[in-house]
Each structure stands twice: as C-alpha cells, then as structure tokens.
C-alpha cells in the first residue's frame, strides 16, 4: 500500500545531526517543521518527504535502496550553520552523508505517519456518524464533540481526510504513487 501526499504538522523537530556529516553544525538553531508532505511505500524502502519551516527554509529527503539524500534550500543550510557560500553551493544538490542514514528519518517514514494518525484516531471519542458523498463516492464522517473530523471511504475504509482543530490532514490519494528514483550521480555530493 501506498500514501500519497499526507500534509501533515508535525511537532518533533528534525535534528540538524542528520547533515552534520555534510558540514552542518549541530549546535545551531533547527526548529520545528510547520508542515511535512510524506509519500511512499508503507514498508519504507523508498519514500519522499518534504518539510517546510518557519522564515522560508525547507528541507527534502529521499530514501531510494536504502540510501539517504537530503536536499535543503539556502535558508536551510545557513539556518543549521554552513557559510553562505557553502549553502548555496549545498544547495544545488542533494547531500549524501554518513548520517543521511534511512533510519536517522524514521519518524517521518509513511509507516510512522499512518501509525501516529491511527494513534491519534484511537486518543479521539467520536460521538456521532453519518453518511456522506465527497467526490461522488460514498463516505462516513465521524464527529467528535471537540469538532474533530473523519471522513472514511466507504468503498475502501481507509481514511480519506480528518479535520481537527486548525490542522487538515488530506489523504484522498492511497496507492497513487510511483517509485521515488535516486538523484543521478552528478546531482549527489558527498559531505
């Protein structure tokens, strides 16, 4: 099974240790993601994801055969310590290092994303249901008494959107992913 863009807001901030075998310095300012955008595979060999911050930074990380690649915009890389020179020569490229690790982004793996969704579906006492079309296609919404929402495939039963408080979690897109590809060698530097 396959998750296609999951926005979701996440609340743990992603370490600068993961490009500090790329020159990145781990004593500097990382701060919490505003959104992370997560689509792959559940078995996480070969996902996307794509994190935006506050201030215009963003960071992308590919995992393709078991290898990590990080790619950040210049606010990024200035933000974890690099010269500006640096950032921006980093910048053009995707970044791969020893700790560019597929495990060191575990917690934003689909498999991850999906179990914290199906968590925090679990922490939510849902107090009322209907039935419902979106898109033409027959759904269930499920309300609780804070207003968050769940709306169910009916055909599938897999969540297709939930609604809570100010966060939108869109996932209307299962299995409509393809296979993420490796940057070509010359879009690769090692750090």
Excluded: H
């Amino acid at each position: 099974m396959k998750l296609r863009p999951l926005v979701l807001v996440v609340g743990a901030a992603l370490s600068v240790t993961l490009v500090a075998g790329c020159g990145g310095s781990s004593s500097s300012g990382a701060s919490v993601p505003k959104t992370t955008s997560v689509e792959g595979q559940f078995d996480d060999s070969n996902y996307q994801l794509a994190n935006s911050y506050a201030g215009g930074a963003s960071l992308n990380v590919l995992i393709v055969d078991q290898k990590g690649y990080v790619k950040g915009n210049v606010t990024y890389w200035t933000g974890v310590g690099l010269p500006n020179d640096d950032a921006t020569a980093i910048s053009q490229k995707w970044a791969q290092g020893n700790s560019t690790r597929p495990e060191a982004f575990a917690e934003y793996s689909p498999s991850k994303v999906r179990d914290q969704l199906v968590s925090d579906l679990n922490a939510t006492t849902f107090t009322s249901s209907d039935s419902i079309t979106v898109d033409n296609k027959a759904a269930y919404r499920l309300q609780s008494a804070t207003g968050t929402q769940l709306v169910i495939d009916a055909e599938t039963m897999l969540p297709s959107a939930m609604k809570s408080q100010n966060k939108t979690y869109d996932m209307s897109q299962w299995n409509a992913v393809s296979a993420k590809v490796a940057p070509p060698t010359s879009q690769v530097t090692t750090g």
